[in-house]
């Protein structure tokens, strides 16, 4: 079972280009989210979705886009990354907002 | 005030003793409360849900709520090697459906 697919695993990026990190769910799960880990500060959230067509921003939102067109994909869009925006980025969904979250494999993401 | 607090550890206990886990969260209205178990390089995997107060237990884990406390923690009894991880405490609120996750707790169990 596929469950929750993020593309690409890891990627190195110029300061100053966008990217896009997609994440796709197979268990139509309504909410979705976007967090990013970083050593000695834990996932933090930084958008999330409670179903398709709604998005809202969570703890670390600045510097990031989210849409949410239907319910499997949700991808989350650096307009002109910076260094800051290094990091470990998860996809999670859940089947409600309030049951438990299953975790993508992550992106590895290295701005430079 | 963050939104989930865990002591960061690292939490060192040896084989086949028990692992005490804590964490407490700022919201009372959060509704859920979860126990994630993260391996280096790898993403989360859930171990527990909690909804309601009192003592939950799944095999060796056993997930503790008290919401008057504001009070989470997990108990892993008879810990192995193979329980070396980095373990995060994850709340979700009642309203907005936000999930907020701890820093986390490192837990290293030595044979």
């Known amino acids: 079972t596929a469950g929750i697919t993020q593309a690409p695993t890891s990627q190195i990026l110029a300061a100053g280009r966008s990217m896009t990190l997609r994440c796709t769910q197979d268990m139509r799960h309504n909410a979705m989210y976007w967090y990013r880990q970083d050593l000695g500060l834990g996932l933090r959230l930084i958008h999330y979705?409670?179903?398709?067509?709604?998005?809202g921003k969570g703890e670390v939102p600045d510097g990031y886009s989210v849409s949410r067109a239907n319910t499997d994909d949700f991808p989350l869009t650096l307009a002109s990354a910076v260094p800051s925006q290094t990091s470990v980025y998860f996809c999670a969904s859940s089947e409600q907002g309030w049951t438990e979250a299953f975790f993508g494999q992550g992106t590895r993401l290295t701005v430079v | 005030q963050k939104e989930v607090e865990q002591n960061s550890g690292p939490l060192s206990v040896p084989e086949g003793a028990i692992a005490s886990l804590n964490c407490t969260y700022s919201?009372?209205?959060?509704?859920?409360f979860f126990w994630y178990r993260q391996y280096s390089g790898k993403s989360p995997e859930l171990i527990m849900f909690i909804y309601s107060n009192g003592d939950k237990e799944d095999g060796r884990f056993t997930a503790q709520l008290n919401k008057a406390s504001q009070y989470v923690s997990l108990l892993i009894r008879d810990s192995q090697p193979s329980d070396s991880a980095t373990y995060l405490c994850a709340v979700a609120r009642g309203t907005g459906n936000q999930f907020y996750f701890g820093t986390g707790t490192s837990l290293t169990v030595i044979p």
């Open positions: 919201d009372r209205g959060s509704q859920s």
């Open positions: 979705s409670n179903t398709a067509g709604t998005t």
